[in-house]
């Protein structure tokens, strides 16, 4: 989630939108959970859907970041896996194959 009041109140609402439900949630509730008076949290988002979009956003930002991570790991362990001064066909071939296959996966 983003650093600062915006992601602690993301951080707050999610918590607040896995435990209760999106539509249970009061404002009041998130900006509690959020160390804030509901005035202050208004000066933030103008509306729980404004935080829920955040919400949204910050999970796939993490989704895609993850992702990342997998497909760099993924691309070591090939290399290692495959260690010459020149690549093979084979080891270019299984790279391909490996990357295409980590872009199309579900996050």
Same mark, same amino acid.
């Given at each position: 989630?983003?650093? *600062?009041?915006?992601?602690? &109140?993301?951080?707050?609402?999610?918590?607040?939108?896995?435990?209760? *439900?999106?539509? +249970?949630?009061?404002?009041?509730? &998130?900006?509690?959970?959020? *160390?804030?008076?509901?005035?202050?949290?208004?000066?933030?988002?103008?509306?729980?859907?404004?935080?829920?979009?955040?919400?949204?956003?910050?999970?796939?930002?993490?989704?895609?970041?993850?992702?990342?991570?997998?497909?760099?790991?993924?691309?070591?362990?090939?290399?290692?896996?495959?260690?010459? +001064?020149?690549?093979?066909?084979?080891?270019?071939?299984?790279?391909?194959?490996?990357? *295409?296959?980590?872009?199309?996966?579900?996050?």
């Amino acid at each position: 989630m983003k650093h *600062g009041k915006h992601g602690l &109140i993301a951080q707050a609402a999610h918590r607040l939108f896995q435990q209760q *439900g999106f539509t +249970a949630t009061k404002m009041a509730q &998130i900006a509690s959970a959020a *160390g804030m008076t509901a005035a202050n949290l208004y000066v933030y988002f103008d509306s729980k859907l404004a935080i829920l979009y955040e919400v949204y956003r910050s999970l796939a930002r993490h989704s895609r970041r993850r992702r990342e991570l997998r497909q760099c790991a993924l691309i070591e362990a090939l290399a290692r896996r495959h260690r010459r +001064a020149v690549p093979s066909r084979a080891f270019l071939n299984e790279m391909e194959v490996a990357v *295409g296959s980590v872009r199309h996966a579900p996050a």
